[in-house]
T-cell receptor, first 112, second 115 residues
Framework: GENVEQHPSTLSVQEGDSAVIKCTYS??????FPWYKQELGKGPQLIID?????GEKKDQRIAVTLNKTAKHFSLHITETQPEDSAVYFC???????????FGSGTRLLVRP | NAGVTQTPKFRILKIGQSMTLQCTQD?????MYWYRQDPGMGLKLIYY???????DKGEVPNGYNVSRSTTEDFPLRLELAAPSQTSVYFC??????????????FGEGSRLTVL
């Protein structure tokens, strides 16, 4: 069935360093890939998304890359700050589907 | 701006008890969803609704029921609670049904423990 694998499950970086989180999806028809950030005690919040007709998208310190051939996509956070500490979820969906298939999450800790 | 509001935030149930998780949104979104989040797992869709009076099953609907009498409210009912229903529950709403055309707005979650 449809599946999204996410790695690593935990990631600890020094403030100012970069962080990369990777996801692999199984459904080759998937064409929409959002990333959600969940802060402690809060619900997930959309931070960036990418569609399959684009290879990379940037928004200030965050960027997402997509490799459709390999069926994987990644979140890149540069110049990390303590407020980036949170759980990050990748997800995948296909056209005209209500269903978002979520990865298992990555807990990012940015050490001051 | 309230967004999506869930109550209660925490609840402990005994096996076999029933309860309702409340969810209300003030963004006039037609589409609402209930997800559960288990440790080390992604979010799984329980039920969703495309508008008042219309609901449908998601990936893991067994043991749950929903209703949608108004645009704003989408309660989730647990009948005969079981330990397997121990989880964090999130309600969400969206201006669109399709994942690729609308952002999901989540509530802060309800942590349920069944003992």
């Amino acid at each position: 069935g449809e599946n999204v694998e996410q790695h690593p499950s935990t990631l600890s970086v020094q403030e100012g360093d970069s962080a990369v989180i990777k996801c692999t999806y199984s459904d080759s028809a998937s064409n929409y890939f959002p990333w959600y950030k969940q802060e402690l005690g809060k619900g997930p919040q959309l931070i960036i998304d990418i569609r399959s007709n684009v290879g990379e998208k940037k928004d200030q310190r965050i960027a997402v890359t997509l490799n459709k051939t390999a069926k994987h996509f990644s979140l890149h956070i540069t110049e990390t700050q303590p407020e980036d500490s949170a759980v990050y979820f990748c997800a995948a969906s296909r056209d005209s589907s209500y269903k978002l298939i979520f990865g298992s999450g990555t807990r990012l800790l940015v050490r001051p | 701006n309230a967004g999506v509001t869930q109550t209660p935030k925490f609840r402990i149930l005994k096996i076999g008890q029933s309860m309702t998780l409340q969810c209300t949104q003030d963004m006039n979104h037609n589409y609402m969803y209930w997800y559960r989040q288990d440790p080390g797992m992604g979010l799984k869709l329980i039920y969703y609704s495309v508008g008042a009076g219309i609901t449908d099953k998601g990936e893991v609907p067994n043991g749950y029921n929903v209703s949608r009498s108004t645009t704003e409210d989408f309660p989730l009912r647990l009948e005969l609670a079981a330990p397997s229903q121990t989880s964090v529950y999130f309600c969400a709403s969206s201006p669109s049904l399709f994942a690729n055309t609308g952002e999901l707005f989540f509530g802060e979650g309800s942590r349920l423990t069944v003992l």
